[in-house]
DNA sequence: TCAAAACATTGATATATGTCAATGTCCTGC
DNA sequence: GCAGGACATTGACATATATCAATGTTTTGA
């Protein structure tokens, strides 16, 4: 149980058993069906996820109620409305399954309490959020400095798994692009080789 | 010495003054004119800075060699290109003053020595790169989720400092807009009240 | 197994923003 | 103190992308 949840940790991190024992304490199991919600706007996110299984999207809803997906995730990834889990505010994203999933749950209280008497835990949260803060920066600096067709390209370089996995509106819309306007893209790009 | 860089340190964690005399061990004072550069793209990121005074941008380059500013610094914020600065790669960032400034650089060696010996050190960091991250999201979900003008009424109230320190050109830069849309975007709001 | 929904594609048109250019003002450094 | 450059504004025009609509295909669920 917990594979995939370890596994990233020990690539990070290496646990004893022991500890690895200890941690799963910590852990709760959470099984969602494709298209059911793991977080819904304006809740208060109470746990972080992690995937073991299946592919999450987050969402936001503009002024208009339409959908922009800020994140996929998939086995491995971490998902949550960071803010909300955090500050305990209600959160701004909506969360659901874009395929069965299996997640590991972190709860606040199991997370302040490993923080707090684990080291190797904040280290690897230390880490986790320099990643992350890396990756979305990175994500920034394509949007901004490349072309269309360089984003897309540089997506599917970065992310093939989701390119097959997600349906290409969805994509269109993390782009931030009509479905369209990525499908106009995608038959230049094929017309051109 | 270091002022600012200790009072937003101990905003987050209390530390005794052997704490205080300890770190500043690791830190490195430095000047900067206004216009100079603290790291220039394709160079390594060796340090990690504080504004303690002034102001700093950082911008890329896109293909056609147009610049876009990505951030700015003002006293108390922390600036550098992170992913060049963690892995030991070439920068992607430009970063320069704005104003004189009086900066405190942090090199990689002190970094990690730091975390290493100074669990007080790495909680501070674990919750600056939490902070960092949470504020980039909500920067990106602004981004996809407002209309300009609510972006940009969102970008004076999150910033006042910077809309009254920063040419109005470089505010367009850093929302991705040209100067002309600015210009207009802003007499169409003058004008409605 | 079939009907309905979800999805991708393509065309016609609308619109927001960029680009280019001209003008005037204000800094700023020599 | 002045000249040149940086900056903001405004107008005319170009262009990329969105929007609306129609069509065909694939997936899904009863």
Known sequence: MYEVFFRKFNEKI???????TFVKQYLTPKKLRKK????????????ICIVEKGALRAYILDEHGEEHITAFALEGW??????????????M????????????????????????????FETYIRILMTDAYMALQ???????????????????????????RVPQHMIASHMGLSPETLSRLRSRLNSRK
Chains 1, 2 share one sequence.
């Open 14 to 20: 290496q646990l004893t058993e022991e500890e690895v």
């Open 36 to 47: 059911q919600y793991l977080l819904q706007e304006g809740d208060i996110c109470r746990n």
């Open 78 to 91: 971490t998902m949550g409305d960071l803010s909300s889990f955090i500050k305990e505010e209600p959160a």
């Open 93 to 120: 994203l909506n969360i659901d399954a874009l395929e069965d999933c299996e997640l590991v749950l972190i709860s606040k209280s199991a997370y302040i309490e490993l923080l707090k008497v684990m080291p190797k």
């Open 138 to 164: 990175k994500n920034m600096t394509n949007m901004i400095s490349l072309s269309l067709e360089e984003r897309y390209k540089a997506f599917i370089r970065m992310y093939p798994n989701i390119v097959q």
